[in-house]
Structure formats: C-alpha cells, structure tokens
C-alpha cells in the first residue's frame, strides 16, 4: 500500500497519532520558542575556548515567542528592514555585543603587525554592519581584503537582527511521529526535512536558523542510521561499520509483535546512552529539537548524558542544581522528557565521572561519545582533555567529533594522532559534515573569524586487539 505522506492530513488528526509530546499549547509554546531564540543567539564569541571547548557563547535573556522585547515595547523588524549597523541597532543585546567586540577584538590592519602594536576595533563597516578596523582609513585601505566576507558578515548580521525581529516562526515548528514505512532521506538537508515531513521552508534564512539548531541531533542520526550517507565507498572504514553496526542493531530492532496481554510483553532493551562531553549550547537545546532522535529511531529509548562545567550555564535559573549527597554524588540534573527518553546533566568533568564507575559498563551496542567543538588541540584546551582522552579509548567506543572549520577539525586529528598514536582507530575519515550549520556564526574576537556549527565531522575509537588461539602442535609420528 502507497504511503501517505503527514502532510496530507489535518494537524488535529496528527496530534492525536503523537503520543509522544505534549501538545504545544500558547503557553508551552513561549518557552520552545525563546529557548530556541536563545540557543540561537550563541556565537563564536572569543579567541581561546574555554576548558573543553567552550562554545564561546554568550546567553541572551529569554525572550518571547514572537521576539525580543525592549523594556515594554516590543521590537519589530520587517524582512526590509533586518541591516542596521550592530553599535546603532534598536536591539539592545545587539548594541552590547557590538561593544564587546570593540573590547576584544583588534584591528586586522597589516600595519599593526609590522609596527608590533595592537589596536582594538572601533570603526564599524558601513556595508555589513560589523565593528572590524579601528580606523576608516584601515577600513578602506584594506577594502579588497574585507570585501571577501563582507557579505557574509552582513548575512550574519541581518540573521541575529531576524531572530529578534518579533516575526513569528513556523520553522521551529517541529514534525512528530511519521509511519515508518517512508524511510528518512539523509542525503542533504533539503531531502531530510522533506522526508520528515517539517514545514516547507521557503526562505534562505529561516532554513539558516532552523539548521542552527536541528545540526545537533541530525549530526548524530546520519552517522547511526541504516540510511546513513556514510558508507565504505563514504569515508566509512571498516573498523568504523563495526562499531556502527552494533550501534545500529540496537536502533533499529526488529518487530515484536507485543501486545498487551501477559503473554505478548516483551522486554524493553536498556536505552541508547549518548555521552555528550564538554556540553555547552547543545544542552540548551530545546527538548522537542531533541526528541526528533526518536522519531528517527522510534523502536529504540535514549538516554541522553550532557557532561561538562557549562552544561547548565544559562539555565540555573529553570534548573537549580540539587545539593551533592550519598543518593546523588555529582548532583546531576535529571528530566523526563518522555517515557522514551532521559536527558541527565552532570556539570563535571567526564574524567571525574569515569574514575568513579559512574557509568560502568560500558557496551559497544548502547553507548556512543559525542564531542561538538571540542577543541581537542586548540591551546586553551588540549590541556584539560589529555586527562579525558585515555579515559575515552579505554571504553572502546564510538567518539564521535565535530569541529567548527576544517582548520579546527584538522587541528583535533593531529592531537589525537600525536598523543594516541597507534592506540586508535579512525571511524570515520575527517571531511565535510553533510548537516553542518548553514549560519554563519562571527568569532567576536576576530571578527574576520567565521565558522559554521559542525562543519565537518569525523569519528575514532581506541584499538581493539584480537587474540587468536593456536592449537597446539601433533606430536611427530615416532619412526
């Protein structure tokens, strides 16, 4: 029988086929939506990563579902009228983030560094809005220069004042449940969203903003599923479809035909274990952005495990971390978001958490490391995962790694290949990730610095040894 795409059918028809969620009613919908904007309005913001790869964001206060407001006012921004220059935008946070650019960062101007003095920025360019000489005269002096991203720049510019603009926005309006007959597409984007039914996206810059968030779970779905775009004809290795395929038994189980009565139960496998290390913005996700790993896998349970100092920064205020006693040692913060899905916070380092046995044993056919941006060899950071990293290829699973451009992705594979070498094996061959971030982000230190979210993405494991046994030699025939 012919599928029936979701689409075809009335929303109220298909809510009440989702018994996952809880309908997103006026007043659950302003948190899914100012949490989104909130996630959204993190960016590359300083030169040297914090301890484990901080995403260098700054949090924004939550806002409301249609925008930001302004003391009692609230801002709105038409599609015409999205570029203003970031140190003169009506947005106030804007304003603030234009001057802790000109704080931070300093002029690229090829005069400074023959003179060896070093000039904060403080003229902003009249074509893309962003602080980026300390001088008209550098600015245009070194025009040809910053005109090779000028207009990326104002793309990121007019895209953090469309977050803010008070428009309403059908784009985090997440798909739920589809019939599994109408396999998912993990070709591209565009072949994603249409295959799982998301709203037609019409516009550039609302796919920018729905690919922001959406990169965190699609990233991890193209590597683990059956379809995956990663095969051995695609950068896959062979070592690397062993340990997906014991990832992928266990996500896609075969029918059971359970039932209700005593003699139909089947019993439930323990969840998917997603250690998600040196978590940052991707643990402030909206849930629902989340939860899309289960409609991607929906005969499988997830526990998802956000670990890192800065896994509830910005978030104290909704979730007061618990007091640390004997019943719970690390004061880990725990959510249901479903009965098909756990997200646990622990705001520790993983080395700490892995001394303990916290998560012991660990099984090659549930669990699975996930590093987003981990800056493995950036200096402010390699430090501090020198102590992880052993700790990691002891447990012999899947790492799976992201890096912000390919000079910070190339820059994590010859630390691990210079501190491990020999003691690991590559998964996945570094390249270009298939569902990175489509939005530019701008290092608020450099502002020349842009960088997409998980723009490339590569997988390892520690090495496996197998032994063999040799039966022991005949006795020789006595002549």
């Known amino acids: 029988m012919a599928s029936i795409r979701a689409s075809a059918a ?24 100012s949490r989104s904007q909130s996630v959204l309005s993190n960016s590359n913001t300083e030169s040297i990563p ?3 790869g901080s995403k260098n964001a700054t949090t924004i206060p939550r806002e ?62 009249p074509d893309c809005g962003v602080p980026t000489y300390c001088s008209e005269e550098h600015w245009a002096d070194d025009y040809e220069n910053h005109l090779l991203i000028c207009e990326t720049l104002k793309e990121s510019n007019e895209d953090e004042h ?36 998301f709203l037609a996206v019409n516009q550039d810059r609302q796919l920018r903003q729905l690919t922001k968030l959406m990169t965190y779970p699609a990233t991890i779905a193209s590597f683990l599923h059956d379809f995956s775009p990663y ?10 479809l062993r340990s997906v395929s014991a990832l992928r038994y266990t996500l896609h189980p075969p029918a059971v035909g359970a039932g209700q009565d005593m003699k139909d139960i089947v019993i439930t496998p323990p969840p998917v274990r997603l250690f ?16 899309q790993l289960t409609y991607m896998f929906p005969r499988s349970t997830f526990h998802l495990i956000f670990i890192g100092p800065e896994s509830m920064k910005g978030r104290e205020a909704e979730y007061p971390l618990p007091d640390r006693d004997p019943s719970n040692p690390y004061g880990a913060v725990v959510e249901r978001v479903a009965h098909n899905m756990k997200i646990s916070t622990f705001v520790e380092y993983y080395h700490t958490l892995h001394d303990s046995g916290a998560f012991q044993p660990h099984d090659p056919y549930f669990d699975c490391f996930v590093l987003f941006h981990p800056g493995l060899g950036h200096p402010g950071s390699a430090a501090e995962w020198e102590e992880t990293l052993p700790r990691l290829l002891e447990t012999k699973l899947p790492i799976l790694c992201t890096g912000y451009t ?3 992705m190339t820059r994590d594979v010859n630390w691990v290949s210079e501190k491990c070498k020999g003691e690991y094996d590559i998964l996945l061959e570094p390249g270009e990730n298939k569902f990175k971030s489509l939005r530019w982000d701008i290092n608020d230190a450099d502002p020349t610095d842009l960088s997409q979210g998980n723009w490339g993405v590569w997988a390892f494991r520690g090495k496996r040894y197998e032994a063999t046994t040799n039966e022991p030699l005949a006795p020789a025939p006595s002549s």
Request: aromatic letters at 10%; charged letters at 25%; hydrophobic letters at 30%.
């Open 162 to 197: 469309d977050l803010r603009s008070g428009r309403f926005f059908p784009e985090f309006d997440y798909p739920g449940q589809h019939m599994e007959e109408q396999p998912i597409n993990f070709t591209n984007w565009d072949t994603y969203l249409y295959t799982r039914d």
């Open 64 to 125: 409301g579902r249609m925008g930001a407001l302004e003391g009692s006012n609230r801002v709105l921004l038409r599609e015409d009228n999205l570029f203003h220059p970031m140190d003169k935008s009506p947005i106030a946070s804007i304003r603030e983030r234009a001057a802790r650019i000109k704080s931070v960062a300093y002029c690229p101007h090829g005069s400074h560094t023959e003179a060896g003095d070093h000039s904060h920025v403080k003229f902003t360019c």
């Open 276 to 291: 998600i290390l040196g978590a940052r913005a991707e643990s402030s996700l909206p849930r629902e952005c989340w939860f």
């Open 231 to 240: 095969d051995l004809r695609h950068r896959l290795t062979q070592e690397g």
């Open 50 to 52: 914090p301890i484990h």
């Open 10 to 33: 009335c929303r109220r028809c298909l809510t009440a086929l989702r018994p996952s969620l809880p309908a997103v009613t006026p007043r659950t919908a302003g948190t899914l939506f």
């Open 406 to 408: 390919e000079e910070d």
